[in-house]
């Protein structure tokens, strides 16, 4: 408590007041090893040399042990102090004012008569009354009449150094010069410690705001959204589409996806599928299954990355309105009619699809589909409202050709094209929209080293679009996408997750600190108090049901889900997105170092631009 008032402890020692040591953080010395022992008392004398300029010889052991010894361990441990210099201070006129096992506090009267009835009796000559454990009323209000009430009887009240026959100057002794210079030290470490107390009960506070208030305005906008009434279908608006797929060593699925492609309930489609330097049987399938499908254009070219594919596909597509999907991603039979059908409204420049986790077989593409529908999918929900979706993921999505090509294509200025390119499109005053009905099925990595290297890719995208785009922030002009979409993507994609792990470690250091404290692990004091740990569980349990709820919300609005997803939701935290924050720092640490990233590892140099005819 001392450390925590540390202006209460100068202004007890300025106006006269004797301190001694009762330990660091008051535990049963019984039950302490001599190494913890002897640290409680350390670090004590520590604290009031550099906060004092004094070290006292006063020792009062913790709880009733200085009052009667009553096992061998009790003994056995007040020789430590005694060793160390520290004269014992006993108490045997105790009140209880504390209040017994399990109650309340006595009232004042009540304590005031216990004192006086064992100082009538002779028990001792020392009053023992607490300042700390709770409402201490009842004891502030009882001691002046204990005052009063022991002069009345003849006691005199002294200092214990009278009674030791000292002045307090020789039992609380001033520090030399060089235990001065070393108090400064100490002072330092305390006032860090405090520090880190009070940082970390704030980074959780502004944590649990932040997500909290990001949560409940997401949710509520999605909320919204859904309640709208839904796009309606125009079955005599059925344009020429561009189906377009860009491919690299997809040999495991591409003809799949093509085959979801084909099986799209659509008059009038073609699809391009450009083969961009795979290695494996990926251009050998696809020459195969499709080579003389009149509706599949395959073009093979060199590795130029995946930007270039989807220009070289622009540039070969036959429609105003295109399609990209991912070539691991399959389609459902209707979403290609689901998303043509926005493009009646003029002002509709792109249409994000619902993209969901196909393979759900095992635990981390379980959490994969969980953050799909939970992330994802709720933000492009709330962000439809607020016409700032800022991507329109390339596994499944629609844009008008014109506009591609109006904005600079598919750059390769980022490793996120599809967020660059969404961007661009929404700064150049083109709506862009989502539609949960258009659902495709995407291949999730099923290795955490496969999907480390692709969220890795996303992430440092990210990073990349948003540097590129920067000069949007705050300016009216770009609406909502300057405003809401990039500093949500700043704050809450890149720099809430950079201190997000520090919430969890937080939380697990201090349970571990409190739990080796209660195992009595020698030399671990409990610096972590049972209240610091209640409080980080607090706080993170908020965390997880800000997290609950927010999975709740997202499935609710989903028209059909496994709601199993939800049950690893604790699991996944400690695993899968300790796995996510990791990339992050990667992904940061690598954007700082610079160097070029690409579809799969290095981007090559990229030819001459393709543009569209």
Known sequence: AANESLGLLKREYDEGHEIGNHTYTHPSINGISSGQFELELNLTERLFGSTLGV??????????IDHQPETPDEVSQLPIPQGMGYLLVGSKIDPHDWGEVGGQPPPASVIVQRVLDQARRGVGNIVLLHDGGGNRQQTIDALPAIIDGLRSQGFELVATSDLLGRTRAQVMMPLNFRERVLGQTDALIFTLFQWLRLGIAWIFILGITLVSGRALVIGLLAVIEKLRAGPADHPEFEP????????????EVIVRTVESALGCEYPSMEIVVINDGSTDRTGELL???FGRDPRVRI???????KSAALTRALQEAQSKIVVTIDADTLIEPNALRKLVRHFVDARIG????????GNRNRW???WQALEYITSQNLEKRAFDLLNCIPVVPGALSA????????????????VAEDTDLTIAMRRAGWRIVYDEEAIGWTEAPETADALIRQRFRWTFGTLQSFWKHRDTLGRPRYGTLGSIALPNMFLFQLLLPLVSPVIDLLFLGSLALWCLAQLRIAYM????TGADVERSLIFFIGFMLIDLLTCVIAFALEKREDWTLLWPLLLQRFYYRQMMYVVLFRAVKHAIQGGAVGWRGVEPQVPEPLVHA
Not at 350 to 357: R, S, T
Not at 525 to 528: E, S
């Open 240 to 251: 020429p589409v561009s189906i377009l797929i860009p491919a690299y060593n997809e040999q």
């Open 364 to 366: 981390l593409t379980r």
């Open 287 to 289: 020459d195969s299954h």
């Open 299 to 305: 073009i093979h070219q060199d590795n130029y990355g």
């Open 525 to 528: 004091p409990q610096l972590w």
């Open 55 to 64: 070290k006292t010889l006063l020792f009062r052991p913790p709880y009733g």
């Open 399 to 414: 844009w008008r050709a014109d506009a591609i090509v109006a904005v600079g294509g598919f750059t390769s200025d980022t």
């Open 350 to 357: 792109a249409v994000a699809g619902n993209v969901k986790v």
